[in-house]
């Protein structure tokens, strides 16, 4: 069974300093999201994007944060300027369609000291 | 705004014993419900769905309009049910809103 992948499964980096996600979602899905787990608390939508715009965001994604699908299977977050308030586990996740069960990759968690 | 409730953080249930996790919503329209599950060290996985109506792994889960609620029921736990359990609402948008979730033990 096709699932959503994501490396890397852990990113440590200092404050200010970007990062990159990556995500591959499964291969047919139109729609692919971006959400977050700040340990302890519940899992926080950020982004989706479908044919290759945004189609919503949530306020955690301030100007910081982009996404882009570079190629025909990447999907990726990048978060400039990182904070420490950004440490959580990030989630990717596709679906087929919009209100369609949504697919959730494995998570990256994202450590800034 | 759409929001969940799952007021219970954590349930501890005997094995064979009967299982509610409680899930409640607001949103003023027609929402699409869900549970997902989340076994240790292990992604998320859509556990089922309102709208399908299914019963996966002997779960069941009844939309109730009127108490704005979608509890998750099973007659019988079994070991293998301990895990983390989210409700999540998608309310006519791209996102799903989730609750805080309910850890589920089942002690043997």
């Known amino acids: 069974e096709p699932e959503v992948t994501q490396t890397p499964s852990h990113q440590v980096t200092q404050m200010g300093q970007e990062v990159i996600l990556r995500c591959v979602p499964i291969?047919?899905?139109?729609?692919f999201y971006w959400y977050r787990q700040i340990l302890g608390q519940k899992v926080e939508f950020l982004v989706s994007?479908?044919?290759?715009?945004?189609?919503?965001k949530s306020e955690i994604f301030d100007d910081r944060f982009s996404v882009e699908r570079p190629d025909g299977s990447n999907f990726t977050l990048k978060i400039r300027s990182t904070k420490l308030e950004d440490s959580a586990m990030y989630f990717c996740?596709?679906?087929?369609?919009?209100?369609?069960?949504?697919?959730f990759g494995p998570g990256t968690r994202l450590l800034v000291l | 705004a759409q929001r969940v409730t799952q007021p219970e953080k954590l349930l501890s249930v005997f094995k064979g014993a009967p299982v509610e996790l409680k899930c409640n919503y607001s949103?003023?329209?027609?929402?699409?419900l869900f549970w997902y599950v989340q076994y240790s060290r292990q992604r998320l996985q859509l556990l089922l769905r309102?709208?399908s109506r299914e019963s996966i792994k002997g779960f069941t889960a009844d939309l109730n309009k009127g108490e704005t609620s979608f509890h998750l029921k099973k007659p019988f736990a079994q070991e293998e049910d301990s895990a983390m359990y989210y409700c999540?609402?998608?309310?006519?948008?791209?996102?799903?809103?989730f609750g805080k979730g309910t850890k589920l033990s089942v002690i043997p």
């Open positions: 996740a596709s679906s087929y369609g919009q209100g369609e069960t949504q697919y």
């Open positions: 291969s047919n899905h139109l729609y």
């Open positions: 994007f479908y044919n290759n715009e945004i189609s919503e």
């Open positions: 949103y003023s329209g027609s929402p699409e």
């Open positions: 309102h709208i």
């Open positions: 999540a609402i998608g309310a006519g948008s791209y996102q799903l809103t």
